[in-house]
Nanobody
């Protein structure tokens, strides 16, 4: 069974940090682009960051630029989202995703939900004092 399982969410104070992990089982992440998305109550799903299958290409949403960093460890079949300087508006359910490289370009990733085939169950991140 192909699965992505997120962990690391929780409650954190404004200005704090969290690192989300996403472990894959049933398939190897090596050949997949990775995306992180989030959805807050009453809002549309938003792309946060992505990493290409080669690891050489990344993209980050303007709303989190300079604060969030996505990375991957293919040896552990795991991807990460390091979140620093968290703000209350970062409160959301965070999802990791995996998809085939866009146009088969190993250095490319997209922050579009339709580009991804596999989704984790989501992990709640709450930023509040």
């Amino acid at each position: 069974q192909l699965q992505l399982v997120e962990s690391g969410g929780g409650l954190v104070q404004p200005g704090g940090s969290l690192r989300l992990s996403c472990a894959a089982s049933g398939f190897t992440l090596d050949y997949y682009a990775i995306g992180w998305f989030r959805q807050a109550p009453g809002k549309e799903r938003e792309g946060v960051s992505c990493v290409s299958s080669s690891g050489g290409g990344t993209d980050v949403a303007d709303s989190v630029k300079g604060r969030f960093t996505a990375s991957r460890d293919n040896a552990k079949n795991t991807v990460y989202l390091q979140m620093n300087s968290l703000k209350p508006e970062d409160t959301a359910v965070y999802y990791c995703t995996a998809g085939r490289p866009p146009l088969n370009i190993q250095t490319m990733c997209l922050m579009a939900p339709g580009a991804y085939d596999y989704w984790g169950q989501g992990t709640q991140v709450t930023v509040s004092s």
